[in-house]
């Protein structure tokens, strides 16, 4: 067609409302813009073509080596083998987080490395090269196709490419990535954003930011960033739901109690990270709810802890927390024996508190040889039902316990003060966390007084396992799903640590010690079946140093069948904790030993 013609044709068309098109013959010229897009599509693909690009440049580097320096080839091969074994040594650094991404970069990288040797040395297009090449493709390509978070990453570059189109249609126009990573659950960026614009803008563009980034609704969060810049904010876009189904533990979290433990993921997948380092929890919610749950996710962590001595109260005869009992310090499912475990804990409790006193420190910090004392009690209405006369002694770990890290873990449906035993058992929680409860005033019972009417909405959880956490640094009501711990994760966790239990340190044992002791000599003494408090006499205070030589004079001036505990806290004018204390740490010197229960002497006497 001429030009004349295809000109008179479009003042036709547009006279009967018809807009011309442009038709291109056979015969005409590609525009120069074709050259163009293939760029772009290389460019736009250059994730899932990788495997040929690395084949390609292979086989130009074989070319251009086998033509210039085929001597090189034990090089390149050398070279091949070392970056490999550095691969699996130090891949993790390098971002191949996973074994089998450090395994595949290697044998990637031997492959290629080992036929750009062979290559250089006989060039690339001698027999078996160029198949060899073609199935070196087929094999190592499809891992690298189906890679998870490969895909992941490049599906969230596209979006992040696409952001000044976005930007511009959602109203935030001059924002700007600065940052991404894929992770699990989804992936997280940080923007920053221009001038005048702030947070409150993008909160208020959510449901068009998860419109324009083709996500389900609920799957976009937008935080502050952590140095909490007013022209900065993070995108949380979540790809699936971290609490649509159960979430399988992943294992301890921590090797300390003096790390925060990870109960479960928040909805926007962030770790509900708490930190138990000297405060009591309480765990409350309806029958079902999954506080066992949480309890058992607590455990698995505990039981990685070297730091950390568990006992536990498990009046249901032990049915929840017996799978763990090789790691529980000593466990308690009879009302009997709680009673005794925790007037002991109270024991250990003051002989800490004595200790530190005596050495100017104030709080107890934990290591395997000074482990923390956690007390879990599971069902705690039971305990307050079945043995009542606890009461004072949880009351005294409660007020007094923190800072000595003796410290109470309790699980309760309804917590009232009834079924807390009363006293300030339950006003000394630090870490209140709730599962589902049945009343909308339950939510108070667990959380605190107010908690229902600032939104805490515990009635509403509606899958087993979630919860709302109110603790320090968890001051608003997000939801979080505990992890679920399988009997399976429960004895291997078990299995694994049960050997590298801490004991108790040696100064809760003398306390413990220096105890037992006592209701004997006041049996002894014909006092029946009631084990009275005996007062501890007022001896004049000394100075440290006299009431050491004074238990050391007494020790090697000992009778062969020794001195009693008494005889030695009266000369040194100290208590039974101190005493025992000491004698141990001369017991361990090997300069005193214990002639019978209660009796003790110098090794070597001077009489
Ligand atoms: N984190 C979780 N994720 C998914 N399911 C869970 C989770 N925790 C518990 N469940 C499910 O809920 C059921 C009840 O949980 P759990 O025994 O922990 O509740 P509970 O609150 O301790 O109940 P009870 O007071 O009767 O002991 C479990 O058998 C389990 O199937």
């Not at 525009?31 to 040929?52: D, I």
């Not at 027999?127 to 196709?145: E, F």
């Not at 109470?408 to 006293?423: D, V």
Request: one cysteine or more; a positive charge.
């Amino acid at each position: 067609m001429r030009p004349q013609q295809m000109r008179r044709n479009a003042r036709r068309m547009r006279r009967y409302g018809l807009q011309p098109m442009v038709v291109m013959n056979s015969g005409d010229q590609l525009p120069e813009a074709a050259a163009v897009v293939f760029a772009r599509w290389l460019w736009r693909y250059r994730s899932e073509l990788a495997p040929f690009n690395v084949a390609a440049l292979a086989l130009i580097a074989a070319s251009a080596l086998h033509a210039i320096h085929p001597e090189w080839w034990p090089w390149l091969l050398g070279g091949a083998g070392l970056a490999a074994s550095a691969l699996v040594g130090v891949g993790e650094r390098l971002g191949l987080a996973r074994r089998v991404e450090r395994l595949y970069a290697a044998a990637v990288t031997t492959a290629v490395g080992s036929w750009l040797a062979v290559g250089t040395a006989l060039g690339p297009f001698v027999r078996p090269l160029p198949q060899l090449l073609l199935l070196g493709i087929v094999l190592l390509a499809g891992p690298w196709w189906a890679h998870r978070r490969r895909r992941a990453r490049v599906r969230v570059e596209r979006k992040l490419a696409a952001w000044p189109e976005i930007s511009e249609a959602i109203g935030l126009k001059g924002s700007r990535v600065m940052s991404a990573v894929v992770d699990v659950w989804g992936w997280r960026a940080r923007f920053g954003l221009a001038r005048g614009q702030t947070i409150q803008d993008v909160t208020g563009k959510i449901p068009a930011l998860e419109s324009a980034l083709g996500t389900f609704r609920g799957a976009v969060r937008v935080h502050p960033t952590p140095d909490d810049k007013a022209n900065r904010f993070e995108l949380r876009v979540l790809d699936i739901d971290p609490h649509a189904d159960a979430i399988p533990w992943p294992g301890p979290s921590v090797s300390s109690i003096t790390e925060p433990i990870d109960l479960g993921p928040f909805e926007d997948a962030a770790p509900a990270r708490v930190l138990f380092l000297r405060r009591h929890a309480l765990f409350g919610g309806a029958t079902g709810a999954g506080k066992s749950g949480g309890i058992n996710v607590l455990m698995g962590n505990l039981t990685a802890c070297a730091d950390v001595v568990v006992w536990a109260i498990d009046l249901k005869r032990g049915m929840e927390l017996n799978p763990w009992s090789p790691c529980i310090d000593r466990l308690a499912t009879t009302p009997e024996q709680a009673r005794a475990l925790l007037r002991d804990a109270v024991t250990v409790l003051e002989g800490r508190a004595e200790w530190l006193a005596a050495r100017g420190q104030r709080v107890w910090e934990p290591t395997p040889e000074f482990p923390a004392l956690v007390i879990l009690i599971d069902e705690y209405a039971e305990l307050a039902d079945d043995a009542p006369d606890t009461a004072a002694d949880t009351d005294s770990i409660a007020r007094l316990g923190r800072a000595v890290a003796v410290q109470l873990i309790a699980a309760t449906q309804r917590p009232t003060q009834k079924a807390m035993g009363g006293g300030a058992v339950r006003s000394q929680m630090d870490i209140r966390v709730s599962f589902r409860v049945r009343e909308r005033k339950d939510v108070d019972l667990i959380l605190g007084q107010g908690m229902l009417a600032a939104g805490w909405h515990a009635h509403t959880l509606n899958a087993p396992g979630k919860f709302l956490i109110s603790a320090a640094g968890h001051d608003s009501p997000r939801r979080a799903r505990a992890y679920l711990v399988t009997d399976e994760a429960v004895s291997a966790t078990v299995h694994q640590h049960a050997d590298n239990r801490p004991a108790l340190d040696h100064v809760s044992r003398s306390a413990l010690e220096a105890e037992r002791d006592k209701p004997r000599q006041t049996v002894a003494e014909g006092a029946g079946d009631a084990i009275p408090e005996v007062a501890e006499p007022e001896l004049p205070k000394r100075d440290e140093s006299g009431s050491e030589a004074a238990l050391w004079t007494l020790l090697s001036s000992a009778p062969d069948e020794g001195v009693t505990i008494a005889h030695l806290k009266s000369a040194t004018g100290k208590g039974r904790s101190w005493v025992y204390y000491r004698l141990q740490e001369l017991a361990d010197e090997g300069r005193a030993r214990q002639v019978t229960r209660g009796r003790w002497r110098a090794t070597q006497s001077n009489s």
